[in-house]
T-cell receptor, first 116, second 116 residues
Framework: DTGVSQNPRHKITKRGQNVTFRCDPI?????LYWYRQTLGQGPEFLTY????????KSRLLSDRFSAERPKGSFSTLEIQRTEQGDSAMYLC??????????????FGPGTRLTVL | AQSVAQPEDQVNVAEGNPLTVKCTYS??????LFWYVQYPNRGLQFLLK??????LVKGSYGFEAEFNKSQTSFHLKKPSALVSDSALYFC??????????????FGKGTKLSVKP
């Protein structure tokens, strides 16, 4: 399967702990996005990478959140000092740059975070 | 502010009947519109997009959508619903705010239920 993969699929943690999620995009895609989805809502944009450069961050991305894409391939999203409000599904998506910014994004299955 | 509205939380259709899932948008300038479907425990799957050109866009799995600029709508349609179409459907618009790198703004989603 050459789709977007995310690990882990589920993460349960206690409040105050740090967690890290990984996303492996489709190999030829240079654009990578992170979104957060809570129950009953559509995904909300968190941050965007083009290759290894983080070019955009949402106001939703507090200073407890950090994302990296060190070699322009996989990406990690870390949440420090987790809070119960961080409980959500974290989605990763990737796209190519062939048609500019109009390309569809391909989504991974998500990582469901539960903060106790 | 740019936004997408899906006025129906749930749509119920009998198998074999036509289905419509509604979406309206609010953007500055020309909209770039997308439909995604989300099955349980799976990531969002791209169905179709409107960038420019013909107002009737055809997509995956027999779905199509009609762009109506005067009504600022982009309703998803299918002539004959299948039970397997039951899922959560999201309409999205590409963020065109200054500096945006193509992230999507999603509606809240519409649950489609197709009964045999």
């Amino acid at each position: 399967d050459t789709g977007v993969s995310q690990n882990p699929r589920h993460k349960i943690t206690k409040r105050g702990q740090n967690v890290t999620f990984r996303c492996d995009p489709i190999s030829e895609h240079n654009r990578l996005y992170w979104y957060r989805q809570t129950l009953g809502q559509g995904p909300e944009f968190l941050t965007y990478f083009q290759n290894e450069a983080q070019l955009e961050k949402s106001r939703l991305l507090s200073d407890r959140f950090s994302a990296e894409r060190p070699k322009g391939s996989f990406s990690t999203l870390e949440i420090q000092r987790t809070e119960q409000g961080d409980s959500a599904m974290y989605l990763c998506a990737s796209s190519s740059s062939g048609q500019g910014l109009y390309n569809e994004q391909f989504f991974g299955p998500g990582t469901r975070l539960t903060v106790l | 502010a740019q936004s997408v509205a899906q006025p129906e939380d749930q749509v119920n259709v009998a198998e074999g009947n036509p289905l419509t899932v509604k979406c309206t948008y609010s953007v500055s300038g020309n909209p770039y519109l997308f439909w995604y479907v989300q099955y349980p425990n799976r990531g969002l799957q791209f169905l179709l997009k409107y960038i420019t050109g013909d107002n009737l866009v055809k997509g995956s799995y027999g779905f199509e959508a009609e762009f109506n600029k005067s009504q600022t709508s982009f309703h998803l349609k299918k002539p004959s619903a299948l039970v397997s179409d039951s899922a959560l459907y999201f309409c999205a618009v590409r963020d065109r705010n200054g500096g945006s790198q193509g992230n999507l703004i999603f509606g809240k989603g519409t649950k489609l239920s197709v009964k045999p």
